[in-house]
């Protein structure tokens, strides 16, 4: 078995291999079977990382929370600006996220 570099991305793959699985670069007969997995998989890898996306954006969220609960000194005066552009933009990319989560799942869900 040699190590060949893939005509669509580049990266070292088998020379047995007839599916990049970086790219999907087909390299001779592939089955159907073969297409609809490494479609599951790259599917299923977009997920992952929205998800950990996901996890970030409300990690934001609870950052803001901390430091508008500090500036305000528990509530007692009004904060800056900053927690609440915080809260905007961790709130804003959690929602994002989760439309993106929802139609991969979906397309999954689809591919059986």
Not at 64 to 74: H, K, Q, R
Not at 85 to 108: D, E, P, Q
Request: aromatic letters at 14%; a positive charge.
């Amino acid at each position: 078995m040699a190590i060949i570099s893939c005509p669509g991305c580049k990266k070292n793959i088998s020379s047995h291999t007839t599916l990049c699985p970086y790219c999907g670069f087909q390299r001779g007969e592939v089955s159907e079977e073969q297409l609809t997995e490494f479609q599951r998989r790259k599917l299923r890898d977009r997920i992952y990382h929205l998800k950990m996306t996901s996890y970030a954006a409300l990690a934001l969220l609870i950052t803001a929370f901390g430091w508008f609960l500090v500036e305000t000194s528990s509530f007692q005066q009004m904060p800056p600006k900053g927690p609440y552009v915080l809260f905007f933009i961790g709130t804003l990319g959690y929602l994002i996220v989760r439309v993106y989560l929802y139609k991969f799942k979906s397309a999954l869900r689809k591919l059986g």
